[in-house]
Protein backbone atom coordinates (compact mmCIF):
# COMPACT_ATOMS: atom_id res chain seq x y z
CA UNK A 1 0.00 0.00 0.00
CA UNK A 2 1.38 3.88 -0.25
CA UNK A 3 2.42 5.39 2.59
CA UNK A 4 -0.15 8.26 1.82
CA UNK A 5 -2.56 5.95 1.99
CA UNK A 6 -1.81 3.96 5.55
CA UNK A 7 -1.48 7.47 6.88
CA UNK A 8 -5.19 7.99 5.43
CA UNK A 9 -6.21 4.50 7.03
CA UNK A 10 -4.42 5.45 10.08
CA UNK A 11 -5.51 8.65 10.41
CA UNK A 12 -8.61 9.71 8.77
CA UNK A 13 -7.12 12.52 7.07
CA UNK A 14 -4.97 13.73 4.39
CA UNK A 15 -0.93 14.60 5.03
CA UNK A 16 0.08 17.89 4.38
CA UNK A 17 3.38 17.18 3.95
CA UNK A 18 6.64 14.49 3.20
CA UNK A 19 9.89 14.63 4.86
CA UNK A 20 12.53 12.61 3.91
CA UNK A 21 16.24 12.01 5.49
CA UNK A 22 19.01 9.85 4.54
CA UNK A 23 21.38 7.55 7.01
CA UNK A 24 24.89 7.59 6.28
CA UNK A 25 28.18 5.89 5.74
CA UNK A 26 31.66 7.30 6.48
CA UNK A 27 34.47 6.95 4.25
CA UNK A 28 36.81 7.76 7.00
CA UNK A 29 37.44 9.68 10.10
CA UNK A 30 36.00 6.97 12.64
CA UNK A 31 35.73 7.98 16.31
CA UNK A 32 36.83 11.24 15.49
CA UNK A 33 34.03 13.71 15.87
CA UNK A 34 33.55 13.47 19.78
CA UNK A 35 37.27 14.18 19.87
CA UNK A 36 36.52 17.57 17.91
CA UNK A 37 38.30 16.23 14.91
CA UNK A 38 37.46 15.87 11.14
CA UNK A 39 35.40 13.28 9.26
CA UNK A 40 34.15 12.26 6.02
CA UNK A 41 31.10 10.90 5.55
CA UNK A 42 28.11 10.74 2.71
CA UNK A 43 24.55 10.81 2.77
CA UNK A 44 23.02 7.07 1.26
CA UNK A 45 20.15 6.60 -0.91
CA UNK A 46 18.06 5.06 2.81
CA UNK A 47 15.55 7.00 3.93
CA UNK A 48 13.63 8.13 6.53
CA UNK A 49 10.37 9.29 5.63
CA UNK A 50 7.77 11.16 7.84
CA UNK A 51 3.94 11.85 6.82
CA UNK A 52 2.71 14.58 8.79
CA UNK A 53 -0.52 16.77 9.36
CA UNK A 54 -1.67 19.50 11.69
CA UNK A 55 -3.86 18.77 15.05
CA UNK A 56 -5.53 21.61 16.88
CA UNK A 57 -6.11 19.55 20.51
CA UNK A 58 -1.93 19.83 21.18
CA UNK A 59 -2.21 15.84 20.55
CA UNK A 60 0.88 14.05 19.04
CA UNK A 61 -0.18 10.86 17.34
CA UNK A 62 3.30 8.66 16.16
CA UNK A 63 2.29 5.48 13.84
CA UNK A 64 5.70 3.76 13.15
CA UNK A 65 5.12 1.61 9.98
CA UNK A 66 8.11 -0.58 10.21
CA UNK A 67 6.93 -1.39 13.96
CA UNK A 68 2.97 -1.17 13.36
CA UNK A 69 3.09 0.69 16.47
CA UNK A 70 1.58 3.79 17.94
CA UNK A 71 2.41 6.12 20.82
CA UNK A 72 0.55 8.90 21.71
CA UNK A 73 1.66 12.23 24.06
CA UNK A 74 0.04 15.65 24.76
CA UNK A 75 2.28 18.89 24.28
CA UNK A 76 0.56 20.27 27.09
CA UNK A 77 2.34 18.78 29.67
CA UNK A 78 6.22 17.77 29.65
CA UNK A 79 7.37 14.82 27.07
CA UNK A 80 7.56 11.80 28.72
CA UNK A 81 9.54 8.75 27.77
CA UNK A 82 7.97 5.80 26.45
CA UNK A 83 8.79 2.76 27.88
CA UNK A 84 7.23 0.31 26.25
CA UNK A 85 7.16 2.28 22.85
CA UNK A 86 11.46 3.11 22.34
CA UNK A 87 11.38 3.95 18.94
CA UNK A 88 8.92 6.86 19.38
CA UNK A 89 11.53 8.09 21.90
CA UNK A 90 13.55 9.53 18.97
CA UNK A 91 10.77 11.68 17.58
CA UNK A 92 9.86 13.05 21.59
CA UNK A 93 13.10 14.19 21.96
CA UNK A 94 13.04 16.19 18.52
CA UNK A 95 10.07 17.63 19.96
CA UNK A 96 11.72 18.28 23.19
CA UNK A 97 14.50 19.75 21.71
CA UNK A 98 12.27 22.38 20.50
CA UNK A 99 10.82 22.87 23.26
CA UNK A 100 13.89 23.42 24.91
CA UNK A 101 14.29 26.34 22.24
CA UNK A 102 11.17 28.27 23.47
CA UNK A 103 9.32 26.54 20.18
CA UNK A 104 6.40 24.54 21.53
CA UNK A 105 5.16 22.71 18.36
CA UNK A 106 1.45 22.33 17.63
CA UNK A 107 -0.40 18.53 17.67
CA UNK A 108 0.49 16.12 14.86
CA UNK A 109 -0.45 13.15 13.13
CA UNK A 110 2.79 11.96 12.25
CA UNK A 111 3.58 8.22 10.23
CA UNK A 112 7.16 7.40 10.01
CA UNK A 113 8.68 4.63 8.05
CA UNK A 114 12.14 3.97 7.02
CA UNK A 115 14.42 2.01 4.34
CA UNK A 116 17.73 2.08 6.37
CA UNK A 117 18.30 -0.82 7.89
CA UNK A 118 17.68 -0.95 11.28
CA UNK A 119 20.84 -1.53 14.10
CA UNK A 120 23.32 -1.88 11.03
CA UNK A 121 25.73 1.29 11.50
CA UNK A 122 23.77 3.06 8.89
CA UNK A 123 22.17 5.73 11.42
CA UNK A 124 19.24 4.93 11.38
CA UNK A 125 18.23 7.03 14.12
CA UNK A 126 19.63 10.39 13.04
CA UNK A 127 17.50 9.77 9.39
CA UNK A 128 14.75 9.78 11.92
CA UNK A 129 15.39 12.68 14.21
CA UNK A 130 16.34 14.69 11.32
CA UNK A 131 13.27 13.46 9.05
CA UNK A 132 11.35 14.39 12.09
CA UNK A 133 12.52 17.86 13.06
CA UNK A 134 12.55 19.24 9.47
CA UNK A 135 8.79 18.06 9.33
CA UNK A 136 7.77 19.89 12.33
CA UNK A 137 9.62 23.05 11.52
CA UNK A 138 7.52 22.71 7.95
CA UNK A 139 4.88 22.38 10.48
CA UNK A 140 4.70 24.90 12.50
CA UNK A 141 6.38 27.60 10.43
CA UNK A 142 9.96 27.84 12.64
CA UNK A 143 12.50 29.83 11.93
CA UNK A 144 15.33 27.61 12.59
CA UNK A 145 18.43 26.73 10.38
CA UNK A 146 19.45 23.79 9.15
CA UNK A 147 22.73 23.18 11.44
CA UNK A 148 20.34 24.16 14.10
CA UNK A 149 18.01 21.37 13.62
CA UNK A 150 21.38 19.01 13.13
CA UNK A 151 22.34 20.36 16.97
CA UNK A 152 18.33 19.54 17.86
CA UNK A 153 18.82 15.97 16.69
CA UNK A 154 21.82 15.36 18.06
CA UNK A 155 20.97 17.14 21.53
CA UNK A 156 17.49 14.47 20.86
CA UNK A 157 19.43 11.60 20.40
CA UNK A 158 22.09 12.58 23.58
CA UNK A 159 20.12 14.19 26.22
CA UNK A 160 16.14 12.44 25.43
CA UNK A 161 17.41 8.56 24.21
CA UNK A 162 20.48 8.62 25.98
CA UNK A 163 23.49 7.69 23.48
CA UNK A 164 26.16 9.95 23.81
CA UNK A 165 27.01 10.31 20.40
CA UNK A 166 29.11 12.75 18.32
CA UNK A 167 27.63 15.02 15.49
CA UNK A 168 28.46 13.14 12.40
CA UNK A 169 25.38 11.30 11.71
CA UNK A 170 23.05 13.55 12.39
CA UNK A 171 24.98 16.36 10.28
CA UNK A 172 25.29 14.57 7.12
CA UNK A 173 21.94 13.46 7.43
CA UNK A 174 20.79 17.10 7.21
CA UNK A 175 23.51 18.42 5.28
CA UNK A 176 24.43 16.03 2.82
CA UNK A 177 24.35 16.69 -1.13
CA UNK A 178 24.06 14.08 -4.01
CA UNK A 179 27.17 13.34 -5.31
CA UNK A 180 29.25 15.06 -3.03
CA UNK A 181 31.25 13.75 0.39
CA UNK A 182 31.35 16.09 3.41
CA UNK A 183 34.62 16.91 4.48
CA UNK A 184 33.28 18.15 7.99
CA UNK A 185 35.73 20.06 11.21
CA UNK A 186 33.17 18.57 13.92
CA UNK A 187 34.68 21.79 16.21
CA UNK A 188 34.10 24.66 14.15
CA UNK A 189 31.36 22.90 12.24
CA UNK A 190 32.86 24.04 8.48
CA UNK A 191 32.30 22.53 5.93
CA UNK A 192 33.35 21.33 2.57
CA UNK A 193 31.02 19.25 -0.05
CA UNK A 194 34.06 17.47 -1.79
CA UNK A 195 32.74 16.22 -5.08
CA UNK A 196 32.51 12.26 -5.46
CA UNK A 197 34.15 10.96 -8.47
CA UNK A 198 31.13 8.76 -9.12
CA UNK A 199 32.66 8.32 -12.92
CA UNK A 200 35.57 6.59 -11.28
CA UNK A 201 34.84 4.95 -8.03
CA UNK A 202 31.83 3.56 -6.31
CA UNK A 203 31.35 3.02 -2.84
CA UNK A 204 30.08 -0.49 -1.70
CA UNK A 205 28.39 -1.20 1.59
CA UNK A 206 28.74 -4.73 3.28
CA UNK A 207 26.52 -5.50 5.65
CA UNK A 208 27.58 -8.01 8.55
CA UNK A 209 24.24 -8.66 10.24
CA UNK A 210 26.31 -8.95 13.61
CA UNK A 211 24.29 -6.76 15.85
CA UNK A 212 26.46 -6.23 19.18
CA UNK A 213 24.17 -5.05 22.50
CA UNK A 214 27.32 -3.75 24.18
CA UNK A 215 27.97 -0.81 21.48
CA UNK A 216 26.82 1.88 23.99
CA UNK A 217 28.67 1.09 27.12
CA UNK A 218 31.57 0.43 25.01
CA UNK A 219 31.40 3.68 23.06
CA UNK A 220 31.01 5.52 26.00
CA UNK A 221 33.96 4.02 27.61
CA UNK A 222 36.00 4.94 24.13
CA UNK A 223 35.15 8.40 24.89
CA UNK A 224 36.16 8.56 28.27
CA UNK A 225 39.53 7.23 27.58
CA UNK A 226 40.07 9.74 25.06
CA UNK A 227 39.42 12.32 27.77
CA UNK A 228 41.82 10.53 29.90
CA UNK A 229 44.14 10.54 27.40
CA UNK A 230 43.67 14.79 26.94
CA UNK A 231 44.27 15.15 30.50
CA UNK A 232 47.79 13.60 30.70
CA UNK A 233 48.60 15.48 27.59
CA UNK A 234 47.85 18.94 28.69
CA UNK A 235 50.85 18.16 31.18
CA UNK A 236 52.92 18.90 28.71
CA UNK A 237 50.74 20.42 26.23
CA UNK A 238 49.03 23.14 28.30
CA UNK A 239 46.89 24.77 25.44
CA UNK A 240 45.14 21.65 23.99
CA UNK A 241 41.10 21.16 24.62
CA UNK A 242 40.93 17.57 22.50
CA UNK A 243 42.82 15.21 20.71
CA UNK A 244 42.40 17.28 17.73
CA UNK A 245 44.47 19.64 19.23
CA UNK A 246 47.11 17.16 19.07
CA UNK A 247 49.34 16.67 15.76
CA UNK A 248 50.96 13.21 15.38
CA UNK A 249 54.51 14.80 16.25
CA UNK A 250 53.30 16.25 18.96
CA UNK A 251 51.69 12.93 20.20
CA UNK A 252 54.64 10.75 19.86
CA UNK A 253 56.76 13.32 21.48
CA UNK A 254 54.37 12.58 24.81
CA UNK A 255 52.43 9.30 24.68
CA UNK A 256 55.01 7.57 26.73
CA UNK A 257 53.54 9.21 29.68
CA UNK A 258 49.97 7.87 28.55
CA UNK A 259 49.19 4.23 30.36
CA UNK A 260 48.76 1.10 27.50
CA UNK A 261 45.17 1.23 26.94
CA UNK A 262 44.72 5.07 26.53
CA UNK A 263 47.59 5.47 24.75
CA UNK A 264 46.14 3.10 22.07
CA UNK A 265 42.93 4.70 21.63
CA UNK A 266 44.51 7.96 21.32
CA UNK A 267 46.87 7.14 18.62
CA UNK A 268 44.31 5.87 16.76
CA UNK A 269 42.48 9.28 16.71
CA UNK A 270 45.73 11.74 16.41
CA UNK A 271 46.00 9.24 13.02
CA UNK A 272 42.61 9.14 12.40
CA UNK A 273 42.80 12.71 11.89
CA UNK A 274 45.60 13.01 9.65
CA UNK A 275 44.03 10.41 7.68
CA UNK A 276 41.25 12.08 7.20
CA UNK A 277 42.74 15.38 5.65
CA UNK A 278 45.22 13.04 3.55
CA UNK A 279 41.76 11.30 2.46
CA UNK A 280 40.43 14.76 0.77
CA UNK A 281 43.59 14.93 -1.13
CA UNK A 282 43.81 12.08 -2.36
CA UNK A 283 40.03 11.94 -3.67
CA UNK A 284 40.29 15.41 -4.80
CA UNK A 285 43.42 13.88 -7.06
CA UNK A 286 41.70 10.55 -7.54
CA UNK A 287 44.67 8.82 -6.17
CA UNK A 288 43.25 5.82 -5.77
CA UNK A 289 46.54 4.00 -4.24
CA UNK A 290 46.49 6.62 -1.64
CA UNK A 291 42.66 6.16 -0.89
CA UNK A 292 43.33 2.39 -0.20
CA UNK A 293 45.98 2.61 1.58
CA UNK A 294 44.67 5.53 3.96
CA UNK A 295 41.12 3.29 4.50
CA UNK A 296 42.87 0.07 5.14
CA UNK A 297 45.43 1.88 7.65
CA UNK A 298 42.31 3.43 9.25
CA UNK A 299 40.22 -0.05 9.35
CA UNK A 300 43.70 -1.44 11.16
CA UNK A 301 44.16 1.45 13.66
CA UNK A 302 40.22 0.65 14.49
CA UNK A 303 40.50 -2.85 14.87
CA UNK A 304 44.03 -3.01 16.52
CA UNK A 305 43.92 -0.04 18.53
CA UNK A 306 40.59 1.39 19.51
CA UNK A 307 39.42 -2.33 19.35
CA UNK A 308 35.89 -1.47 17.87
CA UNK A 309 35.88 -4.05 14.77
CA UNK A 310 35.36 -7.76 15.36
CA UNK A 311 35.77 -10.84 13.64
CA UNK A 312 32.85 -10.32 11.08
CA UNK A 313 34.30 -6.88 9.98
CA UNK A 314 37.85 -7.63 9.80
CA UNK A 315 36.23 -11.14 7.48
CA UNK A 316 34.62 -8.37 5.43
CA UNK A 317 37.32 -6.39 4.57
CA UNK A 318 40.09 -9.16 3.90
CA UNK A 319 37.23 -10.88 1.43
CA UNK A 320 36.81 -7.74 -0.05
CA UNK A 321 40.75 -6.73 -0.62
CA UNK A 322 40.99 -10.19 -2.70
CA UNK A 323 38.20 -8.60 -5.38
CA UNK A 324 40.27 -7.03 -8.10
CA UNK A 325 39.30 -3.63 -8.63
CA UNK A 326 38.86 -3.11 -4.92
CA UNK A 327 40.51 0.28 -3.84
CA UNK A 328 40.67 -0.15 0.39
CA UNK A 329 37.80 -0.94 2.32
CA UNK A 330 37.20 -0.48 6.42
CA UNK A 331 34.22 -0.73 8.70
CA UNK A 332 32.33 2.29 9.24
CA UNK A 333 30.34 3.49 11.77
CA UNK A 334 30.66 2.85 15.64
CA UNK A 335 31.78 -0.81 14.81
CA UNK A 336 31.40 -4.08 17.02
CA UNK A 337 29.12 -5.19 14.07
CA UNK A 338 27.16 -3.21 11.54
CA UNK A 339 28.98 -2.63 8.13
CA UNK A 340 31.75 -2.42 6.15
CA UNK A 341 32.48 0.11 3.62
CA UNK A 342 34.77 -1.29 0.57
CA UNK A 343 35.64 1.83 -2.32
CA UNK A 344 35.97 0.02 -5.83
CA UNK A 345 36.70 1.08 -9.10
CA UNK A 346 33.39 1.86 -11.35
CA UNK A 347 32.03 -1.07 -12.77
CA UNK A 348 33.26 -3.34 -10.34
CA UNK A 349 30.53 -3.51 -7.47
CA UNK A 350 28.71 -6.39 -8.64
CA UNK A 351 31.52 -8.52 -9.17
CA UNK A 352 32.77 -7.65 -5.49
CA UNK A 353 28.92 -7.89 -4.32
CA UNK A 354 29.14 -11.86 -5.95
CA UNK A 355 32.01 -13.06 -4.00
CA UNK A 356 30.64 -11.48 -0.61
CA UNK A 357 27.82 -13.56 -1.38
CA UNK A 358 29.36 -16.52 -1.52
CA UNK A 359 32.27 -16.41 0.67
CA UNK A 360 30.87 -14.37 3.44
CA UNK A 361 28.03 -16.99 4.21
CA UNK A 362 30.26 -19.74 3.96
CA UNK A 363 32.91 -18.50 6.43
CA UNK A 364 30.58 -17.45 8.92
CA UNK A 365 27.27 -19.20 8.35
CA UNK A 366 25.39 -15.83 8.32
CA UNK A 367 23.90 -13.91 5.03
CA UNK A 368 25.25 -10.97 4.52
CA UNK A 369 23.26 -7.87 2.92
CA UNK A 370 25.54 -5.54 -0.17
CA UNK A 371 23.86 -2.08 -0.84
CA UNK A 372 25.23 0.27 -3.60
CA UNK A 373 24.52 4.01 -2.73
CA UNK A 374 25.50 6.69 -4.75
CA UNK A 375 25.88 10.01 -2.02
CA UNK A 376 22.41 11.80 -2.01
CA UNK A 377 20.92 14.29 -0.57
CA UNK A 378 20.43 15.45 3.29
CA UNK A 379 16.79 15.91 5.04
CA UNK A 380 14.16 17.90 2.96
CA UNK A 381 10.75 18.58 2.87
CA UNK A 382 8.29 18.33 -0.30
CA UNK A 383 4.36 19.82 0.32
CA UNK A 384 1.64 17.37 -0.69
CA UNK A 385 -1.24 18.76 -2.82
CA UNK A 386 -4.46 18.70 -0.86
C1 LIG B 1 28.42 6.53 15.86
C2 LIG B 1 28.15 7.91 16.46
C3 LIG B 1 28.93 8.99 15.71
C4 LIG B 1 30.41 8.62 15.60
C5 LIG B 1 30.59 7.20 15.09
C6 LIG B 1 32.03 6.74 15.13
O1 LIG B 1 27.91 6.48 14.56
O2 LIG B 1 26.78 8.20 16.41
O3 LIG B 1 28.76 10.23 16.36
O4 LIG B 1 31.07 8.81 16.82
O5 LIG B 1 29.82 6.27 15.85
O6 LIG B 1 32.80 7.46 14.24
Given at each position: ?10 F ?81 G ?11 S ?29 A ?18 Q?AE ?64 R ?42 R ?47 L ?5 I ?47 Q ?19
Amino acid sequence: MKLIETFQNTFNRDPILKAKAPGRVNLIGEHTDYNDGFVMPIAIQYVVTVLAAPRDDGHVNLYSVDFDAHSTFNMDNEIPHDETQTWSNYERGVFAGFLKRGMKSIGADLLIQGNVPIGAGLSSSAAIEMATSVALRTLNNFDISQVELVKLSQEAENQFVGMNCGIMDQFISGMGQAGKSLFLDCRSLEFELVPFPSDDFSVVIMNTKVKRELTGTEYNERRSQCEEGVRILQKNLPDIRALRDVSVQQFNQYKDELPELVCNRCTHVVRENDRVEQFVRALKAKNSARMGELLLASHSDLRDLYEVSCKELDLMVEIAMGVEGVIGARMTGAGFGGCAIAVVQKGREKALEDVIMVQYPAKTGIQPEVYISAPSDGAGVKMLNQ
